[in-house]
């Protein structure tokens, strides 16, 4: 995003709005602290007719987020390690169960919140804090242990650790898929102890590199991570003073119900309003209307105009309540350029496009250019023994094809992840330059000077730390106030640890599962990591916006180890699932940090979720595909299993292993590998138009934002868009601008609300209806509830080529 010292906050993502001559930050009972003032903790009543504006990224973080803090409340007690470690179980497992299920959710930060909000809140109430019995003149007495249990009213603290230690385990790991594809597809892997710690170096290494990297993608004030503030503003409300917030919490409580039950409503019951398109109401004949208005079944259509009234189908990675405005704008330019490009290109009939499905991810053997007559690929008959490509198999199979529209968000992946690079250092540079300025000549030179070599002699004394960090006016003053609070931070040397020790065992494991990944190989996917989670982290931790890196690292490998799945696999886990791990857990941080948490205990319970969410997620994948391979190979699978996450992996690893004659300078799909060059052209017109006219607006095109949506409805159901926009606009401009005082008290809880009841009744229907227990009940078929043999769920067309 723009630079922190344009007039537009790029990071924030909103226009600059007209400002009073006086403004403030509210602060506890309605007090006002300007914004310079902030860490001072000096106060101002407001004056008459001023307004609570949300302008910048200090504002946003300092009006929703009270900057206060008690440093005497106590955080490591029995509830957090208790239910910490019994919510990293149950995230983890859920979590890899899911990734084994035909209907795949995500465990989401809310729902984990929510819960340990309830748990840890009945210990408290439930377990005495001291027990004083006289049984048969017999007394029995008891304080100690009992205030051990309980020691007093569940905390903000405490859920905030709670929190973040299961957020930290709630994940699949990537090194499970590929230890699951190599058991169904390559004859298993040789050592399960290698495959334990291939699953924990795979994620704690992307904690390491998380830490390394905090002072940039995590401290600056810039560096909202926007996804964690209606968490934030959740538990704060939560666990304020009751009279201040009972109010607020009576209002959660009415929306989160209120959503609850909706969602029984398009999930199960009236399906049809997952989306309604009047234009496949008008005309149920129309093959064109399908794909361009459809959206509302899997793989059906782009959408365009399709009302979704289905919370989980419009906010399934974005909620339009707390993604930015800037976001917004440059997605809804990327939306409407995916339409033209996915239709240009069917139609217009490239790469025979019109002989394949409009949307598929598969690979396909084209019989016949001329009509629709194909198969699905079989990559069976293309390797050997070693499982590695045969090329005089593959010559005689023949190149595979891939539908147009899924070329296309290759094409605009690999084009966006170019262009996020020029653009960050072109407009961010001063937010990332903090990553590398310790190779300066000037610093080199101290460091490797006698005075730099006797660095223990001449430490930084901590009053002098404070004090610089006082004085840097790019931090956040929720960090600056743990600083003040006297909290001791986590020396580098600990994050350094993390990554040497989990490097030197990655590469044992990596030989032990005979991965095909040489030294070297692994040596780079750590570098790629380092710079992509400085990039893509910033990006993600200013905009809210995550880029999908997998297709990228996938190509990567493909050119770097030719004709070696397996080895792609690896390389893949170790900087896509890395990457990934580093901006969670560097989104956790920014938690632990708006929270107040001491940043040594973050370390721990961060290192203690990772461990555990590991360790869990390695015990579930080897139970379910030692249990469910032959259905798990299986094409269908069954409506409780599928193995078509790994099917689609291990095709991918497949398609990037002979990515040379796929997609280099000549072959069918070049323009996939030619668009790498052509990205780091595109974000140069605008800082021009910058530069020739001073105005930083032009700073307000995001492309890779753009570029990344331009090919993002390659997949999917695609009906929640248009309310999506809808909604972000109603909230993030007319309100945030208009009724800035709401915005404040009220947006990012309502946020929290709608995704913590969508999620838990996805849960439970998960369980209770889809066959996620053993057996579907799908609710009997009407007018509202389609029957998808002869309808799709929006009454479009139903395309023959997808049955």
């Known amino acids: 995003?723009?630079?922190?010292?344009?007039?537009?906050?790029?990071?924030?993502?909103?226009?600059?709005?007209?400002?009073?001559?006086?403004?403030?930050?509210?602060?506890?009972?309605?007090?006002?602290?300007?914004?310079?003032?902030?860490?001072?903790?000096?106060?101002?009543?407001?004056?008459?007719?001023?307004?609570?504006?949300?302008?910048?990224?200090?504002?946003?973080?300092?009006?929703?987020?009270?900057?206060?803090?008690?440093?005497?409340?106590?955080?490591?007690?029995?509830?957090?390690?208790?239910?910490?470690?019994?919510?990293?179980?149950?995230?983890?497992?859920?979590?890899?169960?899911?990734?084994?299920?035909?209907?795949?959710?995500?465990?989401?930060?809310?729902?984990?919140?929510?819960?340990?909000?309830?748990?840890?809140?009945?210990?408290?109430?439930?377990?005495?804090?001291?027990?004083?019995?006289?049984?048969?003149?017999?007394?029995?007495?008891?304080?100690?242990?009992?205030?051990?249990?309980?020691?007093?009213?569940?905390?903000?603290?405490?859920?905030?650790a709670i929190t973040i230690m299961a957020s930290a385990a709630s994940q699949s790991a990537l090194a499970t898929e590929a230890l699951a594809a190599q058991y169904l597809f390559y004859g298993g892997y040789p050592s399960k102890a290698a495959g334990i710690f291939i699953v924990l170096t795979s994620q704690l290494i992307g904690f390491g590199v998380a830490g390394l990297l905090r002072d940039v993608i995590v401290y600056p004030t810039n560096m909202i991570w926007p996804m964690t503030i209606p968490v934030s503003s959740l538990l704060e409300t939560i666990h304020r003073d009751r009279k201040e917030t009972k109010r607020k919490m009576r209002v959660w409580y009415a929306v989160f119900l209120a959503i609850f039950v909706w969602e029984i409503f398009p999930e199960y019951i009236f399906t049809t309003l997952i989306g309604i398109s009047i234009f496949c109401l008008a005309d149920q004949h129309n093959l064109f209307f399908t794909n361009f208005f459809g959206g509302a079944t899997g793989n059906e259509g782009l959408g365009v105009l399709n009302i979704s009234f289905d919370w989980n189908y419009i906010a399934p990675f974005f909620n339009p309540l707390w993604y930015p405005l800037q976001s917004t704008v440059n997605t809804l330019i990327g939306i409407v350029g995916c339409y033209?490009?996915?239709?240009?290109?069917?139609?217009?009939?490239?790469?025979?496009?019109?002989?394949?499905?409009?949307?598929?991810?598969?690979?396909?053997?084209?019989?016949?250019?001329?009509?629709?007559?194909?198969?699905?690929?079989?990559?069976?008959?293309?390797?050997?023994?070693?499982?590695?490509?045969?090329?005089?198999?593959?010559?005689?199979?023949?190149?595979?094809?891939?539908?147009?529209?899924?070329?296309?968000?290759?094409?605009t992946t690999n084009m966006g992840m170019t262009a996020t690079l020029v653009y960050m250092l072109l407009w961010n540079w001063h937010d990332l330059k903090a990553a590398w300025s310790w190779a300066s000549p000037s610093i080199l030179q101290k460091v490797f000077s006698t005075q730099g070599l006797l660095f223990w002699r001449n430490q930084e004394t901590p009053e002098e730390r404070l004090r610089r960090k006082e004085n840097d006016p790019t931090l956040d003053p929720h960090y600056k106030l743990i600083l003040r609070n006297k909290y001791i931070e986590v020396p580098l040397w600990w994050w350094t640890a993390v990554l040497a020790v989990c490097w030197a065992v990655g590469l044992g494991c990596l030989y032990a599962l005979e991965s095909t990944l040489p030294w070297w190989g692994f040596i780079l996917a750590t570098l790629f990591t380092f710079v992509f989670t400085l990039f893509f982290g910033a990006q993600y931790g200013m905009t809210g916006f995550q880029f999908n890196l997998q297709p990228i690292f996938q190509m990567l490998a493909g050119y770097m180890f030719p004709g070696r799945p397996l080895a792609n696999f690896y390389f893949t886990c170790f900087t896509y699932n890395a990457t990934n791990q580093a901006q969670l857990l560097a989104k956790d941080l920014r938690l632990a940090q708006y929270s107040h948490l001491p940043p040594r205990i973050t370390f721990v319970i961060q290192i203690a979720g990772c461990v555990v969410g590991a360790l869990m997620n390695w015990v579930m994948m080897e139970t379910i595909v030692s249990a469910q391979a032959p259905i798990l190979e299986s094409i269908q699978g069954t409506s409780i299993w599928s193995g078509q996450n790994i099917q689609i992996f291990n095709t991918l690893a497949i398609a990037w292993s002979i990515a040379p004659k796929m997609f280099s300078i000549g072959a069918r799909y070049e323009w996939v590998t030619v668009v790498f060059l052509l990205g780091f052209l595109v974000p140069i017109p605008a800082y021009i138009m910058y530069k020739v006219t001073g105005n930083r607006l032009w700073g307000y095109l995001n492309p890779s934002i753009i570029l990344w949506f331009m090919g993002n409805l390659y997949v999917g159901i695609n009906s929640g868009f248009t309310t999506f926009f809808i909604i972000a606009f109603v909230f993030q401009w007319y309100i945030r601008k208009f009724y800035p005082r709401f915005f404040v008290e009220w947006n990012y809880l309502i946020s929290a609300a709608m995704d913590g009841g969508t999620q838990i009744m996805i849960f439970i229907l998960t369980f209770a209806v889809a066959g996620g227990s053993g057996t579907a009940h799908p609710f009997p078929t009407w007018a509202g509830n389609p029957d998808l043999s002869k309808h799709n769920t929006d009454y479009c067309m139903v395309n023959p080529a997808n049955q």
């Open 1 to 160: 995003m723009a630079s922190s010292s344009l007039d537009v906050k790029m990071a924030e993502a909103q226009e600059v709005l007209p400002t009073p001559e006086t403004k403030g930050v509210e602060g506890k009972n309605g007090a006002f602290t300007r914004d310079n003032d902030v860490e001072q903790g000096v106060k101002y009543e407001p004056e008459e007719g001023v307004t609570a504006l949300v302008e910048t990224a200090t504002d946003l973080v300092t009006k929703v987020i009270h900057v206060e803090d008690d440093p005497n409340m106590t955080v490591v007690t029995f509830r957090v390690v208790f239910l910490g470690l019994g919510l990293s179980i149950f995230g983890s497992v859920l979590q890899e169960i899911f990734y084994f299920k035909p209907q795949t959710i995500f465990v989401s930060l809310i729902f984990l919140t929510v819960w340990a909000y309830i748990l840890g809140d009945l210990m408290a109430v439930l377990i005495p804090t001291e027990i004083n019995w006289e049984i048969g003149g017999l007394r029995i007495t008891d304080g100690g242990f009992l205030r051990f249990l309980n020691p007093g009213p569940f905390n903000s603290k405490e859920h905030a």
């Open 340 to 411: 033209a490009l996915f239709i240009g290109l069917y139609y217009g009939n490239i790469w025979e496009a019109k002989s394949l499905p409009f949307l598929s991810q598969e690979l396909f053997n084209l019989t016949d250019a001329n009509s629709t007559t194909y198969n699905v690929y079989n990559q069976s008959l293309i390797l050997n023994d070693k499982f590695e490509i045969e090329y005089e198999k593959l010559d005689a199979q023949g190149i595979p094809y891939l539908t147009a529209t899924y070329v296309a968000y290759l094409i």
